[in-house]
């Protein structure tokens, strides 16, 4: 993407803002595209489904803020929501059509305010999973990484298609806590001083020139 960090401009998440002017604070990728790549809708499913496992009523926090952020024409619903959401190639109901930009960008926005609301429950299990990793103590010992971890695991297997190499590679509760303490990096990475523009550009590592 032909964006350098210097570039990036902070985005204040306290304040809502018009949905042209908080779309417009995550850069178009610098190639052209029709839709997101599958590894883009495969990194944003698991970032909403980390959050689900952190907090109940995800969905419904998502269209809340879809309304309070006036993104109610890009997520509309429900069911549009699941379409989207969709779109991640490992998922059982997977739907063979691509996520657009700005459904994708809605995304990223929305996903970036409930982490930012969520910074210290997510600071909190990363230095808890540290701690327990430095002692060689299993990470079931804390009752409320236990529980998301848990989650997390319950929601990616019930949801993702088993018979997908790379969930495959994903079967042992030990890979998926992995992949699930990944996931809190990266929310609480998005928290930070134009954490959400550039998560949104390590979105298509790989993908642009």
């Known amino acids: ?10 985005f204040d998440s306290s304040t809502p803002q018009p949905a042209t ?15 997101c790549p599958r590894k883009t809708c495969l990194q944003i499913d698991l970032i909403l489904l980390a959050i689900e496992a952190l907090e109940l009523g995800t969905s ?6 879809a309304e309070e952020l006036d993104l109610k024409e890009i997520i509309k619903n429900r069911v549009n929501l ?17 996520l657009t930009i700005p459904e994708a960008k809605a995304l990223v926005i929305i996903a970036c305010y409930i982490a ?15 701690q327990l990793r430095e002692k060689q103590i299993p990470l079931e010992q804390n009752l409320r990484l236990a529980n998301y971890l848990e989650r997390f695991r319950a929601h990616f297997k019930s949801r993702m298609n088993p018979r997908r190499s790379v969930i495959l590679a994903l079967t042992t509760n030990d890979k998926l806590d ?13 928290t930070g ?6 998560l949104w550009i390590s979105l298509f590592d790989g993908e642009v020139e």
């Open 21 to 35: 002017m908080i779309l417009e604070n995550l850069p178009e990728p610098g190639i052209d595209l029709q839709g």
């Open 1 to 10: 993407m032909n964006v350098s960090p210097s570039s990036i401009r902070p």
């Open 193 to 198: 001083t134009a954490g959400m523009q550039r």
């Open 82 to 98: 699941w379409r989207m959401r969709s779109t991640n190639p490992l998922r059982r109901a997977h739907i063979r059509r691509s």
């Open 60 to 65: 419904e926090a998502i269209l809340g803020f």
């Open 178 to 190: 992995e992949l699930a303490i990944d996931l809190l990096g990266k929310l609480l990475f998005c």
């Open 116 to 130: 930012r609301r969520l910074t210290v429950v997510i600071r909190q299990l990363l230095m808890i999973s540290q």
